[in-house]
């Protein structure tokens, strides 16, 4: 049999397993959403036509100019996908799918199956770095049982080849080693997910995370606000934070907020913050990074996880106090704002325990208490655009009456939130030579809460209070399966803050936030369902990004229990007389979910092979191995049937060698083949007797 003959009998057909390898690489692609459907689509047909024509091939299947011409243009393709600003992994991930539905379709004699895994495999590692979708884990356990399974198949059958018995391959191919197999790989999955938390983590090269082009905004935070932009955005459902109250109980929706950033510069439309630089912390967020922030409010601490989001702001839910996580290095602009370098498109989880300052959190006598501006920060907070004479007026006579500068700002607040309407349309404001804030205060005071937020500036400082706008997050829903606040785009906010000589920033919300959570509730439309998606995506995440705090956080607590529980046992007094310790490692629920999963799967391992090889054996060829054992000739784990029947001959009587031969060959035919071996008393009495003599 020449090469190519060879090839060709290896690899046609080609094994169902492969067909549904490729499947589910396809569709754990599919589920990112990124690839496009034509691409897709191409693949599937591919697919399909394979399956349809596993015995036969039309003749442009061979043909190799044609193609290798089709592998030249999924190759341009990828390259114009980049060139035009698109993520290089997902011009690799069009690219990836396109390759293997061509080389589904090539029939030439191929060396083996491995191409085609190779090409799965890259798939799969792609997705993993776009999506973190819940059918996602079970999707890489169905495929890494039919990459197995594909490559046991191929294997087998160039072996069968190649020692001339090709039938052997397909009856050693039976159930019980799928089942062998799947279990095999299921046991792997297991062990490395059970690792894979303690495994250090990368973040990814910029040319996988960049394309040429300018990247698609997924943010609705900038360092540039306009009057109208949050109204693009708030009918976006995407999730952004997932919020874990540490301390106390869940606070109502109506006072919760995720501070972002601070603006001081407004021009009539735009607000901006002043160019002033950023200043870089120092000191270590992985164990904890003290801000040196004065604590004059009521403390919170959260476990804040970030999605991905093109900007690199550490959201808190107040003045930052505290911040713990994997974040990299942290830099502060004036303003107070965090932000965390490179951690810009990507996911982070951290802690952070933040100073809320608003008239019910302030501690000391905030009515007492006279605005003023902060130390060196010179007028920016008094600053006004040019504005109607009339803003002035409307200012004056919101605060008539009003004793004291807390009264005078909840004067305006409360006149902001009675007078206006909360609407998530983009208002008409502006025309008639007006500018929208002048328009927005001064004839229909009708928008969404840029709108508020920026006219309660603008009034206060007319009146000498200081005082910048604020954007972030507010509101949100709680989680009742997962135990935490989900925060989506429709909850993006915008407030004020107005400084106060004792008290510093203190926040305040013109929005009528009944209006404003009712809207970003019915977009949410709450569900079951809904929460317990929500719920286990955060608990994947918590798998994935398992990050080197974390890891050192689970570390050092063994380190302090095991630490503990030694000098307990030598009976330290030091140790009886310290605050005892709880020892038991606290390790989160998904910890002990895959020991559980890893302690089933070793039982699993543990009952397949409760009986011993020997006890497997047919009754005939035991006693002869038996026999054999007697005269200290033993089989060992790495020797196969014949070459043990070999090495019998040469250590025993010919008679008994041939008899022993033949009870092996026995042995195989009903092993292997399935056929009865037939009386063997009579060559094992010739063992016996020969060994005897």
């Known amino acids: ?149 594909t490559l046991v198949v191929h294997t087998l059958k160039a072996e069968a080849l190649e020692a001339g018995e090709p039938g052997a391959a397909d009856r050693a191919l039976s159930g019980s080693l799928l089942r062998t197999t799947a279990l095999a790989s299921l046991l792997s999955v297991v062990l490395a997910t059970a690792l894979f938390p303690m495994l250090p983590r990368m973040r990814s090269g910029s040319f996988i995370s960049q394309g040429i082009g300018n990247p698609m905004a997924v943010s609705g935070f900038s360092e540039n606000v306009e009057l109208g932009d949050l109204g693009r955005i708030r009918l976006d459902p995407q999730v952004v934070l997932r919020v874990e109250v540490l301390d106390g109980q869940v606070p109502p929706a109506g006072s919760r907020y995720w501070r972002g950033l ?78 965390g370098l490179r951690t810009a498109g990507d996911r982070i989880d951290y802690q952070v325990a933040a100073d809320v300052r608003s008239p019910r959190h302030v501690r000391g006598d905030l009515a007492g208490d006279r605005a003023a501006l902060p130390r060196e920060a010179g007028d920016r907070f008094l600053q006004l655009p040019e504005l109607d004479p009339g803003v002035g007026e409307l200012a004056r006579q919101i605060v008539a009456g009003a004793q004291t500068d807390l009264q005078r700002a909840l004067s305006i607040e409360a006149h902001l939130r009675r007078k206006g309407r909360y609407t998530n349309d983009i208002p008409d404001h502006g025309r008639a030579g007006r500018s929208p804030i002048e328009s927005f205060l001064l004839e229909s005071s009708e928008g969404h809460c840029e709108y508020f937020a920026s006219g309660m500036v603008m009034l206060a400082r007319s009146l000498g209070l200081p005082a910048r706008l604020v954007n972030g997050f507010a509101g949100g829903v709680t989680n009742q399966i997962g135990d935490f606040i989900e925060v989506t785009q429709s909850d993006a906010h915008t407030w004020v803050e107005i400084h106060f000589a004792e008290s510093g920033w203190v926040r305040f919300d013109p929005t009528p936030a009944d209006l404003r959570l009712a809207g970003a509730a019915e977009l949410r439309g709450e569900r079951w369902w809904a929460s317990l998606t929500s719920a286990a995506e955060l608990w994947w995440y918590r798998i994935v990004d398992f990050d080197r705090s974390s890891q050192g956080r689970v570390l050092r607590k063994a380190w302090l229990a095991w630490h503990q529980w030694r000098r307990e046992q030598r009976g330290d007094p030091a140790a009886a007389a310290a605050p005892r310790r709880e020892w038991t ?109």
């Open 262 to 339: 601070a603006f001081d510069r407004f021009d009539g439309r735009r607000w901006a913050v002043t160019p002033s630089g950023h200043t870089s912390l120092k000191g270590d967020a992985e164990i904890g990074l003290d801000l040196g922030t004065r604590r004059l409010g009521t403390q919170l601490r959260q476990r804040i996880t970030r999605e991905k989001l093109e900007t690199g702001v550490i959201f808190s839910p107040g003045q930052p106090l505290v911040v713990r996580g994997d974040v990299g290095r942290l830099q502060v602009d004036q303003a107070g704002s965090l932000y």
């Open 585 to 693: 490692l606290r390790l989160p629920a998904w910890a002990w979910g895959l020991g559980a999963l890893l302690a089933l799967a070793g039982l699993g391992v543990l009952a397949s092979r409760r009986r011993p090889a020997e006890a497997q054996l047919p009754s005939f060829y035991a006693r002869a191995l038996k026999l054999l054992a007697g005269r200290g000739l033993t089989r060992g784990p790495a020797s196969t049937a014949r070459a043990f029947a070999d090495r019998v001959a040469q250590e025993v009587p010919e008679v008994a060698g041939v008899a022993f031969r033949n009870l092996t060959e026995a042995y195989l035919r009903q092993r292997f083949s399935g056929v009865a071996a037939g009386p063997t008393d009579a060559e094992l009495r010739v063992l016996r007797d020969s060994l005897r003599a």
């Open 1 to 149: 049999m020449s090469r190519t003959e060879f090839r060709e009998r290896v690899s046609s057909p080609r094994p169902r397993s492969a067909v549904a390898m490729v499947a589910i690489a396809t569709v754990t692609l599919a589920i990112t959403e990124q690839v496009q459907p034509v691409a897709l689509a191409i693949t599937t047909l591919s697919l399909a036509l394979t399956a349809w024509q596993r015995e036969r091939s039309f003749a442009w299947q061979q043909n190799g100019p044609l193609l290798n011409a089709g592998l030249i243009a999924c190759l341009v393709l990828t390259v114009a996908l980049f060139a035009r600003g698109q993520l290089a992994v997902i011009a690799l991930a069009h690219f990836a799918v396109l390759a293997q539905g061509l080389q589904l379709l090539d029939r030439r004699a191929r060396r083996s199956e491995f191409l085609l895994v190779a090409l799965s495999v890259f798939q799969v590692v792609l997705a993993a770095n776009l999506t973190d979708h819940l059918a996602f884990p079970p999707l890489l356990i169905a495929f890494t049982v039919s990459v197995v399974w």
